[in-house]
């Protein structure tokens, strides 16, 4: 993981649906964000302009002097894979490099660290994790971060939704709210915590796990179980995978692409072995998109 963490930049606004075509198409058309037209162009206030960038480099569609990624020009351009983001497995590549990229680091340590050491967190427990392992922070951005964090992954039910929030990654049912209710000095406390639950997921597919177990520059010709289901950044830790879901993922990739890849599923060792190792990992994306499969 880099060294230097960040928190802040999105202006306490989290990514709204449209946002990242939108702001791909300005920067696809040469416009710049500095420029003073920018407000009028994307049609929002000044400071949701500077969100607009920041979720485009959190998200990979943009690099950190906002050119166009291969993954956005892949993804979002008018003749690309999926430019209105309909298909959840769009949904799942963007969740895996927003936690993966760093760029926004709180996605990172959540899905990394403070989730496994704590299945279950409250907001305090998050702050408590940084101070105690990371180094001190701006209490107010820390809040602000955790905001954003989970108006991502949660509904806000408390608001009409066309003026409130449907969160952008809500679909993919990762993050969980639990309302917890204690006695603290005679009077009733409620609080709140949030979970990370691993689980089977099938309803990711296959080949995006692929691409990314692909993608990952730290992987050989054979990586260990372990490896993926446990490393920093690994799909198994990044997607909420459990040991049975992992399994069964490698075996149907083993199944679509049997040409490439190989899963030892012994008692002993259980490896990913390559046969065929793909040099461009998103020809596998593509096949998904183009429904081959």
């Not at 990586?223 to 490698?250: C, M, P, Q, T, W």
């Amino acid at each position: 993981m880099k060294n230097k963490l960040t928190f802040s930049g999105h202006d306490s606004f989290p990514c709204r649906h449209y946002w990242l075509k939108k702001g791909f198409d300005f920067v696809k058309s040469t416009k710049s964000f500095n420029s003073p037209d920018a407000v009028v162009d994307l049609g929002v206030g000044k400071n949701m302009v500077s969100s607009i960038r920041y979720w485009l480099r959190a998200f990979d569609v943009l690099d950190d002097k906002d050119k166009i990624t291969a993954l956005g020009e892949n993804l979002l351009s008018d003749n690309g894979w999926d430019p209105f983001l309909e298909d959840e497995a769009s949904l799942w590549i963007l969740h895996y490099q927003l936690s993966r990229k760093e760029y926004a680091s709180i996605f990172q340590l959540i899905f990394n660290e403070l989730r496994i050491k704590k299945p279950e967190f409250s907001k305090e427990q998050f702050y408590s994790f940084i101070e105690s392992e990371k180094g001190k922070f701006n209490a107010r951005t820390l809040r602000d971060d955790f905001s954003v964090f989970t108006r991502t992954y949660l509904n806000d039910l408390s608001k009409d939704i066309e003026d409130g929030y449907s969160g952008f990654l809500s679909e993919l049912n990762l993050v969980h709210e639990k309302k917890d209710k204690s006695i603290y000095q005679g009077k009733e406390k409620t609080r709140t915590f949030y979970q990370v639950v691993n689980a089977d997921r099938p309803e990711i597919p296959s080949p995006v796990i692929f691409f990314f177990i692909l993608s990952n520059p730290e992987y050989g010709e054979s990586i260990s179980f372990d490896s993926l289901y446990l490393s920093s950044n690994s799909v198994g830790r990044i997607f909420a995978l459990n040991k049975e879901g992992l399994i069964k993922h490698l075996q149907k990739i083993t199944e679509l692409f049997p040409e490439l890849v190989f899963f030892n599923n012994d008692a002993l060792v259980k490896e990913l072995q390559f046969k065929n190792k793909p040099k461009n990992p998103f020809s596998i994306l593509e096949k998904y998109y183009q429904g081959t499969n």
